[in-house]
């Protein structure tokens, strides 16, 4: 089991900048890939960004590339999304989510393990 705990969402305007934190715990953390993904009132779950186990490799969503950034720390148990330049459209409930493969995956349902969610909201 992993257990995942967001934090850092909250209201901003737009083309401001937000940090999102994701704490794990349980099991080794270096050994799951780990993505964003975000969740809109009446849309479905979409893939933000995800990284890889340990060599640092990335992934992002072309609606957030060159905006977000995903990073992790697996000294700390922890991954980021550093949000700029942040769109109303970016508006959503963020998960962080971790997978116990080697590949990284754009699929929600590729993921095992997922946090509860903090809530982004941008403002025009």
């Known amino acids: 089991q992993v257990q995942l705990v967001e934090s850092g969402g909250g209201l901003v305007q737009a083309g401001g900048s937000l940090r999102l934190s994701c704490a794990a715990s349980?099991?080794?953390?270096?050994?799951?890939?780990m993505g964003w993904f975000r969740q809109a009132p009446g849309k479905e779950r979409e893939f933000v960004a995800a990284?890889?186990?340990?060599?640092?490799?990335?992934q992002y969503a072309d609606y957030v590339k060159g905006r977000f950034t995903i990073s992790r720390d697996n000294a700390k148990n922890t991954v980021y999304l550093q949000m700029n330049s942040l769109k109303p459209e970016d508006t959503a409930v963020y998960y962080c989510?971790?997978?116990?493969?080697?590949?990284?995956?754009?699929?929600?349902?590729?993921?095992?393990?997922w946090g509860q969610g903090t809530q982004v909201t941008v403002s025009s």
């Open positions: 989510a971790a997978d116990y493969r080697m590949i990284i995956s754009t699929l929600p349902s590729r993921y095992d393990y």
């Open positions: 349980g099991r080794t953390f270096s050994h799951y890939v």
């Open positions: 990284i890889s186990r340990s060599t640092g490799s990335t």
